[in-house]
């Protein structure tokens, strides 16, 4: 189901006639809904009568004054279940009155007595907060963001406002109107309107250029979430050595989703589980698909969406659905996933089955979802990872990610020796001395053993030599032999169960002298 203001509109306009006596709307756009229900219960046979209230001001006909002993809850909800007239009744954040007992039984009161009137309870907030002995009582509705034809009449008004000053120039041709309009999905009409405004005054002009202005407010609001980080990324395909049948996997997938894939019958996919040792590249892809995408890349650190309050924790990673399908679409990036659910068997005991809640929200979107969101998970230690995680359905398709073969060794040292300034080192020879040298070596290892040779020149006072890293490959202790056993049991698990994402390695063998590497 497509999930815009229409159709919400219609789920609620079903809810009231099929006297639902208590709906509970997750909204940041309080006036938005509020203009929405008013066009819906106009079009009623049966008039109802729109009463509003709020701490501040109290129970009122929407739009007029409040009524007499009303700025209290409890006494609103009095009111409300002795009125005998046909109304809906619209309460603003209700959840901060959820922790006293008599504002609970008067819902429950409520919820029994007005299934048989035309009287109706719509609660307003801005998060879903219920306790559980209202969880049969309350039906909830999310209420979506503006679609692109909203954004876009709020865009035409504007427009056709500023037009009127000589001022102001408007250069928006229709595919890049159309842009701007994609790149404010996700913002409130509010937010839209505003950072619209906010491009106009900074150069009188509105163009092409003010797409990134748009793109900083959805920054802004997801840094506001403090669960969610937008990534800023330089890094290409280019910057990762080997990993060749990855790299393949996600080149053709990089206009699936485009105008022209869904016109192909192309589904969108829905992610890649990268398994595998550390320090091999894992994190590299994720940042590096986002630059050869196109897309925002939003790194989740699920750490952040436990909190000790109850329910908060589920209300989190709700929230982190939903912004990621308000960016979409976008990549999500969930680096070292095992660490998040690795409490998932003893959830029941140790945290009253909050993991285990928030899992099982996170795995059925991963099933079910529908918004183009690709999620890239990365993971060191498969033992930890619950097995419903790796079920077909949730990935498109699970990588392992071994440590980089001889060839691949080559290409890292050259990659690295460019990185670093020290492109004077790279000939053909030395990089294959360099890569036969450091056999077991990890993509992050090399990296270090380049740093450190770096460091020792500096500090002799001279340039880069062979020498320089020739002594720090002797003195780096690999992870593959630290880990052998741990590494060993990683490649049998993925040896039927997961792609290669490259030629696979043997372990290391032998160390070797600082000698052997100068001969």
């Known amino acids: 189901m497509k999930y815009d203001t229409n159709n919400t509109l219609s789920q609620i306009d079903v809810l009231i006639r099929s006297r639902y006596p208590v709906i509970y709307i997750t909204t940041w756009e309080e006036e938005r809904v509020l203009s929405c229900l008013r066009g819906l219960f106009n079009n009623y046979r049966q008039k109802r009568k729109l009463y509003t209230w709020s701490i501040t001001e109290g129970l009122g006909v929407d739009g007029t004054g409040a009524q007499d002993k009303t700025m209290d809850l409890s006494n609103t909800l009095d009111h409300i279940l002795s009125s005998d007239e046909a109304a809906v009744y619209i309460l603003k954040d209700v959840h901060h009155f959820f922790e006293d007992k008599q504002v609970i039984r008067k819902f429950r009161d409520i919820y029994n007595k007005l299934r048989r009137t035309y009287k109706n309870v719509i609660i307003l907030s801005t998060k879903f907060e219920i306790p559980g002995d209202l969880n049969k009582e309350i039906t909830v509705v999310d209420f979506p963001l503006p679609s692109l034809k909203e954004l876009e009449k709020k865009l035409d008004e504007i427009i056709n406002t500023v037009k009127l000053n000589p001022e102001i120039t408007v250069n928006l041709e229709l595919e890049t109107k159309e842009e701007l309009l994609k790149a404010a999905l996700g913002l409130t009409l509010n937010e839209a309107e505003n950072v619209f405004a906010r491009a106009i005054v900074k150069d009188k002009v509105l163009d092409k250029e003010d797409i990134q202005e748009v ?30 049948h990855l790299k393949e996997w996600l080149k053709k997938r990089s206009k699936a989703f485009s105008f022209r894939a869904k016109q192909f019958g192309l589904p969108s996919p829905k992610g890649v589980l990268l398994l595998g040792v550390q320090g091999c590249g894992k994190s590299l892809c994720a940042k590096a698909m986002a630059s050869i995408w196109n897309m925002p890349l939003l790194r989740l650190d699920v750490g952040r969406v436990f909190s000790g309050y109850i329910g908060s924790s589920e209300e989190n990673i709700r929230t982190v659905i939903k912004l990621s399908e308000s960016v979409a679409p976008c990549i999500l990036w969930i680096d070292e996933v095992e660490k998040a659910f690795a409490g998932m068997k003893s959830s029941g005991a140790s945290d009253g089955g ?22 890239i998970a990365t993971a060191n230690d498969i033992t930890n990872l619950p097995p419903e995680f790796m079920r077909k359905g949730r990935f498109d398709e699970i990588f392992f990610v071994d440590l980089p073969n001889e060839k691949e060794r080559d290409i890292i040292f050259n990659i690295m020796l460019k990185k670093y300034k020290n492109p004077q080192l790279i000939n053909p020879t030395n990089l294959r001395v360099l890569a036969s040298k450091t056999d077991g070596f990890s993509g992050a290892e090399i990296e270090q053993v380049v740093i450190s ?17 020739a002594k720090n490959i002797e003195l780096t202790v690999p ?6 056993e741990e590494i060993e049991k990683l490649r049998h698990w993925a040896k039927y169960r997961a792609r290669p994402s490259s030629i696979q390695v ?3 063998q032998s160390r070797r002298s600082p000698s052997d590497l100068l001969s």
């Open 215 to 244: 793109l900083f407010e959805k920054q802004q609001n997801i840094k506001k979430t403090g669960i969610l980080e937008y990534c800023q990324v330089d890094e290409k395909m280019e910057d990762i050595g080997g990993l060749d």
């Open 354 to 375: 909050t993991t285990s809640r928030v899992f099982g929200t996170f795995i059925t979107w991963l099933q079910e979802k529908k918004s183009p969101v690709f999620v």
């Open 453 to 469: 040779a770096l460091f020792d020149a500096f500090d002799g006072n001279s340039h880069l030599q062979i020498s320089h890293l």
């Open 479 to 484: 992870l593959s032999k630290t880990m052998l």
């Open 506 to 508: 043997a372990p290391a």
